[in-house]
Structure formats: structure tokens, C-alpha cells
């Protein structure tokens, strides 16, 4: 039985500009264009966080597509990435290197399973401080925090609620993040 060959942040960077792929754990992962739901949430998000931390000149907000490189085996594009001044990540013409404070991930019937499982180990083990899920379909939404014994959900509202982001001391109200989304 052929094993396949794990690839790196050559063979990922080898690729076409704008090839819809990600490198998860050594594995090319192709990432199809997300639904209108997706679309909806992130342009919901990005707006308060641009509000609360572009304007207020406490870091940077990026939204995919844009590479976060984490290792030799894993290079990203996540929905948002937030780098807060002093962060460990560093923002280059290429993309971020380095674990962003805050990662969003908002969940596609395409990429769930990995932003639920192989990504968020590794966002944990790479020091990413804190760590969004977001569901539209589902209209859930959990924030994990980074603590010594790894992610922690500090927070998680479903249908209506809020959610608390205690790296940006922020509250989230779920009829925003999901304004105009039909449940």
C-alpha cells in the first residue's frame, strides 16, 4: 500500500497564485468557495472588529484569503485573524507568520471537520491565544481560550445570546453576528 508523501511550505507555495488550497498536517486541502451564511458572518464580525480594533489602532484585522504560516506542514487562510500590537505573529508581503491572538473560523459544510479537529489542535499547540467557532447554519458560536492546559471554551451562545472574547475584551450579540441570516 503507497503511503502518501507528506508535503511542506514549498510544495504550498509551488501552487498557483490563488489556488483554493490550504496545507493541514502535511495534506494539500482543497477549500471551495463558502456559502452566503459564511459570507453574511464574516462581514458581520469584520465589521465590529475593525470598529473596536483597526480604528482604535490596537493591531490588525485580515480576512481570508490570506496565508497564516504555522509551521513546515501547515499554512492556513482563515475567515479573520486578529493581530494585536506586540503579538508573537508577524504580518509580511507574504502573509502572518507566527500565531495570531485571535483566529475566526466559521464553519462550511466543506472545511468543518478540519476547523473542528486538525486545525484547532494546531492553532492550540502554535499558541494561537484564542480561538473562534462559528457556525451559521447551526447559529452557534464558541470562543476558546489558550490556557496551559489548552483550549478552554470560555464562552458559547446558540440562536440568541452573547459571547465573550476576554483577549479583546469584547461581547459579541449573536442577532448581529448573524444579521440577515435566515435560521
Not at 16 to 37: D, H, I, N, R, T
Not at 71 to 77: I, S
Not at 91 to 102: E, H
Request: glycine share 8%.
Amino acid at each position: 500500500m503507497k503511503t502518501l508523501e507528506k508535503k511542506t511550505v514549498a510544495d504550498y507555495e509551488a501552487l498557483p497564485e490563488g489556488s483554493p488550497y490550504q496545507l493541514v498536517e502535511g495534506e494539500l486541502v482543497m477549500s471551495p468557495a463558502p456559502g452566503f451564511e459564511h459570507f453574511r458572518s464574516q462581514r458581520n464580525i469584520l465589521l465590529r472588529l475593525f470598529r473596536l480594533i483597526l480604528e482604535a489602532g490596537k493591531g490588525e484585522v485580515i480576512y481570508a484569503p490570506v496565508d497564516l504560516y504555522l509551521d513546515e506542514e501547515n499554512v492556513y487562510q482563515p475567515d479573520i485573524m486578529v493581530v494585536l500590537k506586540g503579538s508573537k505573529a508577524k504580518i509580511t508581503r507574504k502573509g502572518v507568520y507566527g500565531p495570531p491572538d485571535v483566529v475566526v473560523e466559521i464553519l462550511s459544510p466543506s472545511t468543518a471537520y478540519y476547523d473542528l479537529t486538525q486545525k484547532k489542535d494546531v492553532y492550540e499547540r502554535s499558541g494561537v491565544r484564542e480561538y473562534w467557532l462559528v457556525d451559521p447554519l447551526r447559529r452557534t458560536f464558541e470562543v476558546y481560550l489558550n490556557t496551559e492546559e489548552g483550549f478552554k471554551l470560555i464562552s458559547k451562545a446558540k440562536g440568541k445570546g452573547l459571547v465573550r472574547s476576554e483577549v479583546l475584551s469584547l461581547e459579541l450579540d449573536l442577532d448581529e453576528v448573524f444579521e440577515g441570516i435566515e435560521p
